[in-house]
C-alpha cells in the first residue's frame, strides 16, 4: 500500500502549501513549466515516496531550483523574496507531510 493511499486528497489539503503542490501536480500533468511545477520537481522525492508523482508523469527538469528562479525573474517584483517564499510555503507542506504520514495510524512509523 502507497502512502497516498494512506494520506487521502481530503488529509492533503489541509496541509499548509497544498494549493502549491497540488497546482504543481496539474502543471507538470499537463507539461506546463510553470513555478508550481518547480515547486514539484524540488519536492519530488517526498511526493514520489506517497505515490503522489510517478515517472510516467513527466520527465524531470534538471535544476529545477535555478528554473524556478530563471522563471520568477521573468514576472514583476522581485525574484529572490517570491524565490524564498515559495520554497518556504513548500518546507512547510514537506514538514507537514512528514508529520501526516507519522500519525498516520495505517503508516509503517505510525
Known amino acids: 500500500m502507497t502512502m497516498a493511499a494512506v494520506l487521502e486528497r481530503e488529509r492533503l489539503a489541509r ?3 497544498w494549493e502549491i503542490v497540488s497546482t504543481g501536480l496539474a502543471d507538470v500533468a499537463a507539461g506546463r ?3 508550481a511545477a518547480c515547486a514539484v520537481w524540488i519536492a519530488s522525492p517526498r511526493l514520489r515516496a506517497i505515490g503522489l508523482l510517478d515517472d510516467t508523469t513527466a520527465r524531470p527538469i534538471t535544476d529545477p531550483e535555478r528554473v524556478l528562479y530563471g522563471l520568477l525573474r521573468k514576472e514583476p517584483g522581485d525574484p529572490y523574496s ?3 517564499a515559495l520554497l518556504r510555503r ?3 507542506f514537506e514538514r ?3 508529520r501526516e ?3 498516520s495510524p495505517n503508516s509503517p512509523a505510525g
Open 33 to 35: 513549466l510553470t513555478p
Open 101 to 103: 504520514v507519522t500519525a
Open 15 to 17: 496541509l499548509p502549501g
Open 82 to 84: 517570491r524565490y524564498n
Open 90 to 92: 513548500l518546507m512547510r
Open 96 to 98: 507537514a507531510l512528514d
